[in-house]
């Protein structure tokens, strides 16, 4: 699993897998591909991954040497993080650039993984039958903005209620992503964590390889991941134009 995942993300950011455990930090130009994970924005202005040996950024070819001084000041366990990345943003503010996502992805221990017990019966859609869900408390499970990349959606149900919902999205050909949902109220009884190990099996029946995305301040988002059998695989950091990274900061402000 960790090498398809690090095949897909050689495909994304234009290097080899094997790149992503070199001793070297390795950098190379960013271009548009075929096959990478249908929400990216190819090719990148400045993207860092991770999977622990050293750091591959895929960028421009002016901001490459500003890259190429910032990861030779620092190391992979320090360079996703502040306050390194203000020095990183420095480096990139001429090229109009500035950090903006961050986040930490998992993979499954094992395909064979023992599902914890959901404490309410379950139900799983297929598309067409998503339509019904596609609501505000839903947003993590499905996405209103890629319908067509929805394959499946677990729910949970308290009688006729659903009160927690897995759904996994095809982002590549090889690898589906799980996100997940549960009503406030129903929160800290293990149903995330039932609903995202589940999902994952269903995902392996179809040939797939699940994969859990998450902010490094979402605690509990990590928490579920790690407690539905899912491991720390690799990290991203993606740099985009200034005047974008505002727009988003607007789009969040309550």
Partial sequence: MLKCAAAQSARELCCRA????????VIVESGAVEGA????????????????????????????????T???????AHGFETPGIHRL???LAPFGLQT???????LPVSAHMPSPPCPYPTRLFE????????????RNALS???????????????????VGAAGASADCDGMWQIGIDVLPAYRRQGIAAALSAKLADEIFRRGKIPFYCAAWCNLPSVRNALASGFRPAWVELTAKPIAEVAALLQADRP
Avoid at 144 to 162: F, T
Wanted: a negative charge; glycine letters at 2%.
């Fill in 70 to 76: 910032y990861l030779a000041e620092t190391s992979p």
């Fill in 37 to 68: 994970r249908r929400y990216l924005r190819l090719p990148f202005d400045c993207q860092l991954v991770s999977y622990g040996a050293n750091v591959v950024a895929s960028c421009r070819r002016d901001v490459r040497p500003a890259v190429e």
């Fill in 89 to 91: 943003d420095k480096l």
């Fill in 144 to 162: 209103i903005q890629r319908k067509e990349d929805d394959r499946l959606l677990l729910v949970a149900y308290d009688g006729a209620r659903p």
């Fill in 127 to 138: 598309p067409p039958s998503l339509a019904p869900f596609y609501l505000p408390q839903w």
């Fill in 100 to 106: 903006c996502h961050m986040a930490e992805y998992f």
């Fill in 18 to 25: 094997d790149d992503f455990f070199a001793r070297e930090n």
